[in-house]
């Protein structure tokens, strides 16, 4: 016996709709998550690469200003979050490949969002509580610490996020196939 968890739809069919959507939406935002860090790789930080110390440091700071904001933290958080629900809701759904893609996404955003908290969010922090640009006696210095090292390892979260949006692109095309081949 089926029962209704959403009016009229039978619950088998209300739990594929809801898998699907979590899978779109882990999908959507992994792109958009990918799609930012793939922007600070290829036009952002070459092009602040090109300008003084203080110019850098002041750009920076600023970026890091403007990022705090809801859009952002949607993106941020839930790209990671959605690619754990959507292999979480595939788990009991038997569609093991779909299940492999989905959950080698969400392994691979979540390894963008920990290099995001060990090593850019402390730079960040750093190069935010130096204060005024123009009042930093070694500015140099403190933008030789940031940049080789925010540059390499925002390349090393542009590498795995963009991994995982196309695991997650994958996982869709396999669950297209349809729901009953292992």
Known sequence: MTTNTIPGLREDTAMTTIRGAALFAATLTTGLYAGLFYTFSVPVMPGLGQVDDETFVRAVQQIN????????????????????????LRLRQGHRRALAWTAAGFVLAATAQ???FVVHIPLNTTIDTAGDPGRIADIAGLR????????????ARTI???????????????????RTTP
């Open 65 to 88: 200003r403007a990022v705090e904001n809801g859009w952002f933290m949607t993106i941020f958080l839930g790209a990671p979050a959605l690619a754990a629900l959507a292999a979480v």
């Open 114 to 116: 920990i290099i995001t």
């Open 144 to 155: 030789a610490g940031f940049e080789a090292a925010w540059t390499r390892w925002n390349l």
């Open 160 to 178: 795995t996020a963009t991994a995982a949006f196309a695991c997650l692109i994958r996982a869709v095309a396999v669950d297209g196939r349809g």
